[in-house]
Structures are given as C-alpha cells and as structure tokens.
C-alpha cells in the first residue's frame, strides 16, 4: 500500500527502505533535501492517494506536536496519522483528539529495533481503534520480524507508546542487571576470565539472551570495556515509565534503581555525596581537623540535649 | 569415560542421563536404592577403575560437606571430586583443600539450565587446576548445550561458583525487571492485551530472552496469574551475591532490590511498615484518635523544643 | 491582625486557637456550622477589613481550586489568599495567576507539625512575593514555634510547598531507616532488649530525633507494635518529591525506597512476584510438578537454541 | 573506680579525659609514649588492682584481636575486659570465649558520640553478662550523657555492638535522606534559599534532628558545600548491617541504597555503567557510528530470530 513517511532519519529512513523491500510505495519527506521525496506537506498528500496514510517518525515532544499540528490542517477526512516516534501516552490521546476533530484517524505505535531493525525487522505495539489498525495491518506486517511475534494491537490510543514505555523500563532493568553482574566479576580476582565467562552464558543459562549476545559482542570489541566511560544518557522512555508507576501506586525499585543509576552517571559530581560528606565531617574526627582553623564545631551549636 | 554420580535427584539423575545418552558410563549412588546404582560409598569406588572421576550433586552445605569428607576417606591419590552443587566458592576452596591434603583434586562446577538441562544442555562453569578441567573435558562436552557456547573454565578452584552465583544474581534482577513491567501494565487501563503485550516481545524488541519466553508460556498458562500467590523463594546465590558483593564494596542496587522483593514476598507482615505506621500514628492526626482512651501522646513525650 | 480561616478540621481549627492565644483576630468558615463563625463566604469578606487575608486550609486538589476560584470571585485587589494546605507547587502557580488576575495577592505555605502544632508551634515554609509575605508575618510569627527556626520564605510562589513536598519526602526516608533498623534488631536473637535500645538512642547518638522519641513513645505503648498491621498510608508529597526528582534528573534512591516500601504495604499481594514465582516455575523443578497434569512445559515453548 | 584504658586516640583520650573528669581513675596505655601513662602491659597490669577492668579502645579487626590475645596472657581469673571498639558481633564472641577459658570476663560496647561525646557523653550499647555489666556500671554512668538516655544493656556478649551497627545502619539511611532532599532543593530555581529551608527545619518539623542540626551547621559554613567532594568513606559496620540483614532475609531497601550511593561515591568510575553504555552503544545508533571504523555489529552476531 502507500505510505507518506516523514521524518527520514536512522530509523525513519530504514523503516522506509524495509518497507519498499516489502513491495509497498512509500513518500518519504524530511528537512534535508538529500533523502526526501517532497520538497513540502502539500506535495507529500498530492502524491498519496486518499484515504491517506502517514508515519509520523520524528522527535517526541515539540518536532512530533508540530508535524501532528501541520497534518491536521494538510490532510483530510478518512486519512489517517501513525505516530512512531516516543511520545508520551497522554500526548497520544491529546493528538487523537486534535486530529479527530478534524476527522482524521490516529493510531500510536512503539518501535523496537534500533539499527538491527531493517534486516530483523521492527517490533511493533500499536494502539488505536480496531478500523484504523486494521486498515495499517499490511504496513505492520512488512515492518515486523517474521514469525508469530512482534506485533501488537495493545489497545486504544496511547496503549501501544504505553507498552513500549513499560518496554524501555524493563530494559534499563535487564541492562543494569548484566551491569552490575559484570562488574561484581570484575571486582573479584577468582575469575580469570570475564569475556569468556559473558560469552558461555550465551546457551543453556537461564539468563540468555539477545542483550547477552550483544554484551559479547561489546566486550570482544573491548575485553575491559577500557574504551568507554560510565556514562548512560536516558530517554524520557525511563523516566515516564518510573513517574507512572508512582502514579498508580506501583513500586518499581529495580526500574528505579536503573534509572537512577544513569542520572549519576551523569553528574560529574554528586551533590548529595558532599552533604553525607559534610555530615561525616560534622560529628567525626574529621570535622575537628578539616576546621580547625575557624571555630570548633562546638563553639556554633547546642544540640538538642 | 566413567563418572560416579553422587546424589541422583532431579538434577543428578538428569545429568547423569544425558551423559550416558552421549556414550559415558555412569555408575550412581544415592540414599535411595530404587534409583542407586550401588548401595554404598565402597562399592561406587571399586566400580570405577582409577583415577576415579566422581560428581557431587547434594544439596550445598551440610550435605556436600558431608560428602566430601566421605570422599577423602575413600578416594585415593590421583582421583577428583567435581562439585556441581550450589557451593558458596569460599566453600570450594576449604573442600579442595581438604582433599588436597590427600592428594585427591577438586573442581567446581555452576551448572544453569533446571528442567530444560537434559534435553537442552546444561551451561557449566568451572572452577579449578587446568589438568583436572582438562581431564573432565569429555563430561563437560557431554553435559553442555552444542553449539559454541554453554561451557566456560572461569578460574581457579572456587571461580566456577562464583561465575554461578552472578549469574543467579543477574537473573534475579532479569526476573524482576519482567515482573514490574507486567505488574505496571496490569496497574493500568490503557493495555487491555497483557499477555499478547508480553508474547510479541518474544522476537525484535531488546527485551527478548529465554526468560521471556518462559513469561510468554507462563501468561498462557494462566493470563493473570491468578492462581498463583506473590511468594519467591530466594536461594543461597541470590544472598551471597550481594554478601560478596558488599565485602568488594560494589554497588549492586537492581540485583539487591530484587532479593529484597523476594524476602518482602516471604513475610506475612513488614514489621518494618508496622513502625511506619507507629511513626504515622504518633504525629499525624490519627494518633490521637488511636489513643484516645489511654494518655494523650502529649502527655507522655516532650519533643527536643 | 485580622484572618479568614476557611476550613476547620484538625490543622485549621488547632491553627485557629493557636493564632487567637496570640491575640489575633480569627473569623473561620467551614463547611460544619458548628465550627464555623459564618455561614457564607460572603459573611466572611463582611467580617474583615480590607485588604483581608484568608487563610485556606482544605484538602489539596479539588477542594482547594474551588476554594480558589470562590475566593476569585468575593475577594478584591489587595486582598491576599495563603493556602496552606498540601498543594502542588504547580498548582500553586496556576492558583497565583487565577487571582493575580483579579489583582488578589497568593502565598503558598507548606506546614509541618501535625497534632503537636497546637503546642509546639507549626514550622511554616512559605512561598510567595516579599510584600505579601511581609504583610502576613505576624500570622507567621504567632504559628511558628519560638526560637530561632521553624519559618522559611523559601523563594516565590511555590517554593513553600516545594520545601514542604521535599521535607516530607526526607522524613519517609528517615522513617524507614529507623523501621528497617527496627526490624533488623526483631529479627536477631541478640538483643533481647529492643524497646529500651532505641530509647537509650534518645540522647548521645548521631541518630537521635523527634522521630526517634516518638518511635520509643511508639514502643512504651505496645513493645513488639503487635497492635499493629505493617501498612502505611503515603500522601501526594512522597510522589510528587519522586516524580519532580525524575523530572531534574536527580536520584532519590532512599526517598524513592521508602515510598515504594509503602506501595507495597498497600498491596494484598504483590502482581509482580506472582511473575517471579510464575519464572521460577517454568524453569525451576518446581514447574513440572505443578503442571504434571497439564502438558510439560517443555512441550510448549522451544527456547532459542 | 580504677579502669585501665588501651588506646588512647580521639576516641580513647576523650573517654579517659571524660572518666577523670568524674573522678575515677585511668591508667592509660598506648603505643605513643606522650599519651601514655605506662610503658607496657605488664606495667598496666601492675598499676590496676584485681580484681581488673580494661577498656580497650583500638581500631577493629587485627587490632583488637592481638590486644584481645595479649591480655589473654596477661590479666588473672577475675578481671574483666570491656571491647569499647567498632569489632563485629562474631569477633566479640570469639573474644569472649577466648578469654573466658583464662576466667577472664568480657564486655562489648558500642559507642556512639564522635568529637562530641566528651562534652554531651557518650551513648553506650553494652552486651555482656549481667554481673560484668553491673560491675562496671560506675565506668557506663560517668560515659553516657546525663538524663534518662543514652545507655542500654542490650543483651549477651555480642549484643553491644549489633545494636551499635544497626545504629549506623540507621545513620546511614538518615544521612542519605538528608543528602537527597538537598540535592533535590538545589536541582531545583524555585526554592532560592537552601541553607535558610534547612535551617528552618530545626524546630517544629517531623524531621528534626541531631544530624540536621548538624547540616545547618555545614551549610553555615559553605552554602553549598562547594568545598567538598561527593565522596563518602563507609566504615565495616554499614557493611554488616546489610549483610546480617541478608543472613537473616531482612529487607532493608533504605539502609542499601545509602551504603551503596556511597560505594558510588568512592568509585572513579562506574565499571557497570560502562556495560550500560556498550549495550546502548550496541543497539542504538550511536554503536554504528562509533565502531564505523570497525566491523559493524551487524557483522559478528547474529540475534536469536
């Protein structure tokens, strides 16, 4: 079928080419001239014909409100939005009902892949109406891994970026979890073979796979992974999905402490360390040698006694 | 080659089955005789020609101890022990040295793959003498998983506990990780598909694993666990791991936080929430309805003021 | 000088005497006539001479937009409203523009004391411009406990119940270290003695604390808390401190522990370690004796291998 | 009474100044010549009438055991020695059994106060005999801060100083809620006035206490600490506190994160974010990019699809 696919970036732009390889026609128009098929929206909905279909794969958050706000005013009744990118579930619902308004379908899809995604295809969660998943369905099934798994219909707007949400939270669980095992190993001098150790848990444990595999891969690359600093960005994926939670009342510590764990990694130093610091230096010996030279900490307060 | 089997339980006998499917003579002795091969310690001795090969699969602790204190009485120079047990490693290197003293070797042996071992492979990691790893080589080719991975020679006497007790420690965090993303997407109303949620995610998605699958079969079985109660058992690994990694002064808070939720499924009541709600009750308003009829909490406490 | 107290229960009722000792004039209006001075909102304005000031101490959410948007409504320029209850600073900002429009003056005021405040003195940290809080400080003064502390203007509107929000979000945090500390020294053998342990910790230690005498208050009452169910309410602030730490990126992990230790005090059972315990079947013995009746799970599912 | 004191450093010298200062008499030994009042421990042992009580003030662990072992040999049936130190609960068993076979009597005491224990006293949590407690109850009285607290017999030989490490455990998770909710002030431009909120909380709070005294105290002096790194040395007894909770299935999420945020801290840097950062590198864009030059993944593994 025809798909207009804007947003021709990494993923956008391999989804496109796993989709042609499929057979399906796809428009693609993004900013930079060099990859787009369109040189406007305008040109993009003249060539697809209605009902319309469009992917919708760019930034969450501003780039993402942007491109919803332009197809509400560029396509027409009957046609229909896919938003691919990471938004957040309840800008889902909000966009469903700015494009509805107008009479123009929605439909919500998590991306799982990354750069394997074009040669193992793309695991998908969509949420939206039965009518309007069912009318994407050729599009799904081109883009999905092959086999019976990969794919879901969710639930209604927002269910599909909600699943992919929860997705992203286990990972940074699974992530940490081979982390911190991997650096216990390393702690200790009982095991000789760290790599080697990572690569057998590849078959037979209970703990293997895919993220396994590539931890092999990683530390084949670079046996003491010496090449890189322990620095973890994190998408808003792991956040929302931690906030939620709280939301509901559900506790999440392994999610939590993942999460938790990057926002650390990515202070140079930590401010709360300097107050238990402080503190250490307050009550211990150490307070009276670090202040010697101004007034005791004796002299300053009365503790409550 | 031959191998005496202690301990013929669902591990042991299993083990002791696939080996003897890949051509290995196995003679076993167990307490009990409709499984035994032999009906004592002696006669499992003089049915194998020296140097005799023998695998310990009791329970760790007391068990194992007791068994390798046999051994070193019955074994003789020359001979090894191979415990595939669940040794804590410190364990292991007191063992190896006991049999040590009478010239009987020792290896250690991690093995991962429960039920599924007999007709998958067993992974195994171990510890010990490169002689002795050597010379046991057939059994471990026999018992592990084809393919390139499943069996790594982590260390010296002790390594190969280790490397299974980390293992076991990353896959509480695994499991725990899955168990709050199911739990959140139960908590909330948008994902109306849970199971089907968890299923596609069996193939392109980062999340895969054999774990996953197990998730998968589990939520078939049963789409929200109903007839199951919130009880984990914890085993030995699960603790020592954060034991050690607590003496190495490593952080390990997903690893940690998913043998806690396992000792917090086991109690009947959090006496800690209680103080909570002790604490609650003393200086939010529900304290002084609590106590009405006694002394007012005024009363009885003068606040450092 | 001259209040309007709208709402009151326990906090606004106690406040109210507190303020009268002190000599000021109190007109308080609440929805129970027989606290109540007025019986209208209108009757209230009648009572005060402008530029009044009204203190609103109702439940955080909905009863206090609508508190606001009444107050909108019957007050005039110049007159200021304190809300003094646990809103969200992000309602506060919305509730300053709400009357700022009509030239109304806001303070927000997070206040800590619970039932000891009426006594003690309520520590007051408010939020808002200098010349209203200027204006209001006599209120101030007369709430807040003697001494030197117990009052803070923390910044603009918000900033008091932004202090008060991560105030509360710190005491879930001591209150269970000292529970888990607690139920550490139930859980030992050791110390026979565990309610005059923590008492003796009242004076001389590093930990000593009002929380702490309550705790000991706790204790005298009933020494093992046996009257006790290990369940704890949590507020909006402990999840509010979370999500805003998520939202600047900065790890709470013992305010977050605390929280989600409560979280799971609220569950009858807990989802997730349904899916631990359903894991630990599937590849655990425990898994074919379960379902011996059903098909093995082996028959099921082909792991990747 | 008569005391001879070993180990006369911050702690010890404070202690034997304090113990004069209420009129009993110290004899002092220590391996600096200038604090101390004896040459040897034959020279101590002289000095002290029997039947003995020495308070041995040293660092835990090789110290303490050799000191331990040296009075072993030189004190008579009868005397009694007092573990004033930081030593395990195991260790204090051990010495007590050690000594107990010469008739010499034991005492484990956790002391609690720093720097300012000469002047407020010293807590103290004693573990022993009821005779050997009773006996030396003269020495706890002049040690432990004047009033109704500050000194428990906590139990058996053992018990003194496992209420001593749930204290610290205790201490720890305090200072770290602490140190979270500072942090989370200073992340945030609502609250101006960092310092003065602290401040503020001194009286008439739910959170008062000794340590935030304290930090009004570190904040008075460096408003935001900018002095200081984030680093936080753990002493051994945080360290047991979570691994006797684990040997006992006690949950302590809050007391963990504290010690492990400071494990953290010490830590250039983070090996398992190291690992977090491969596995994103792997899966996401970036790993193209960065391994361009190098085979691509794409190249060296292959998923299990």
Redesign the interface.
């Known amino acids: 079928m025809e798909l207009g696919m804007i947003g021709l970036g990494?993923?956008g732009g391999n989804m496109a080419e796993r989709l042609r390889q499929a057979g399906h026609t796809v428009v693609g128009y993004d900013h930079n001239p060099d990859v787009s098929d369109v040189s406007s929206l305008p040109e993009l909905m003249e060539r697809l014909k209605a009902p319309r279909a469009v992917w919708v794969m760019v930034p969450a958050g501003e780039a993402t409100r942007a491109t919803v706000d332009s197809l509400r005013d560029a396509l027409e009744p009957g046609d229909v939005v896919v938003d691919g990118g990471n938004s957040h579930?309840k800008e889902d619902q909000e966009h469903a009902q700015l494009l509805a308004e107008r009479g123009i379908g929605f439909v919500d899809a998590g991306v799982?892949?990354?750069?394997?995604?074009l040669?193992?295809?793309?695991?998908?969660?969509v949420?939206g109406s039965g009518d309007n998943v069912t009318h994407l369905m050729p599009i799904f099934e081109a883009l999905?891994?092959?086999?019976?798994?990969?794919?879901?219909?969710?639930?209604?707007v927002?269910?599909g970026h909600?699943?992919k949400m929860?997705?992203n939270?286990?990972?940074?669980?699974?992530?940490?979890?081979?982390?911190?095992?991997?650096?216990?190993?390393?702690?200790?001098d009982?095991?000789?073979?760290v790599p080697?150790?990572f690569?057998?848990?590849?078959?037979?444990?209970?703990?293997?796979?895919?993220?396994?595999?590539?931890?092999?891969?990683?530390?084949?690359?670079?046996p003491d992974?010496a090449k890189?600093?322990?620095?973890?960005?994190?998408s808003g994926e792991g956040?929302w999905?931690?906030?939620?939670?709280?939301?509901?009342?559900?506790?999440?510590?392994?999610?939590?402490?993942?999460?938790?764990?990057?926002?650390?990694?990515?202070q140079e130093?930590?401010?709360?360390?300097?107050?238990?610091?402080?503190?250490?230096?307050?009550?211990?010996?150490h307070?009276?040698e670090t202040?010697k030279g101004?007034d005791s900490?004796?002299a300053?307060?009365t503790?409550?006694?």
Chains 1, 2, 3, 4 share one sequence.
């Open positions: 990494r993923m579930f799982s892949g990354g750069v394997w995604g040669k193992n295809g793309y695991a998908l969660m949420g999905k891994p092959e086999g019976d798994f990969g794919f879901v219909h969710a639930g209604e927002g269910a909600f699943a929860v997705h939270g286990i990972e940074y669980g699974m992530m940490q979890a081979y982390a911190e095992g991997w650096e216990l190993l390393e702690a200790s009982l095991v000789k073979n080697e150790t690569r057998s848990w590849r078959e037979g444990t209970v703990i293997r796979s895919w993220l396994l595999d590539l931890a092999d891969l990683a530390l084949d690359a670079d992974l890189l600093k322990g620095y973890a960005q994190d956040r999905t931690v906030q939620t939670a709280v939301d509901l009342g559900v506790p999440l510590p392994v999610i939590t402490a993942a999460l938790y764990a990057r926002f650390v990694s990515q130093d930590s401010p709360a360390m300097k107050m238990v610091a402080a503190l250490r230096n307050q009550f211990g010996g307070a009276v202040l101004a900490p004796g300053d307060v503790p409550p006694s």
